[in-house]
Nanobody, 127 residues
Framework: QVQLVESGGGLVQAGDSLSLSCAAS????????MGWFRQAPGKEREFVAA????????GYADSVRGRFTISRDNAKNKVYLRMNSLKPEETAVYYC????????????????????WGQGTQVTVSS
């Protein structure tokens, strides 16, 4: 099991940028593929971005591709999400998640593939 703590959320205006961080502790961080999900009020949790154990492979939801960037630093046990050109409809609680996987170059896009979750950080984008 790995413990995850997100940070970096806040209130921004439409078009602004924001960077989220997720710090992991517990088991070896490099054993986990990592992902970011978000959940808006009244909506289901949705996939945002994911990265493989090695960091060599990344995946994005169509709605964020080209604007968001996921990265990781295995030496610091952290995963990041850089969000550019934010939109009001992207207001949500953003969650970091870890998937224990054997494969170093695969990432996961389904929430059900993830074993451990952080408590979330609120991102509010005003119009």
């Amino acid at each position: 099991q790995v413990q995850l703590v997100e940070s970096g959320g806040g209130l921004v205006q439409a078009g602004d940028s924001l960077s989220l961080s997720c710090a992991a502790s517990g088991r070896t961080f490099s054993s986990y593929a990592m992902g970011w999900f978000r959940q808006a009020p009244g909506k289901e949790r949705e996939f945002v971005a994911a990265i493989s154990r090695s960091g060599s492979s990344t995946g994005y939801a169509d709605s964020v591709r080209g604007r968001f960037t996921i990265s990781r630093d295995n030496a610091k046990n952290k995963v990041y999400l850089r969000m550019n050109s934010l939109k009001p409809e992207e207001t949500a609680v953003y969650y970091c998640a870890a998937a224990d996987t054997y494969y170093t170059t695969f990432y996961r896009v389904r929430a059900s593939d993830y074993n451990d979750w952080g408590q979330g950080t609120q991102v509010t984008v005003s119009s």
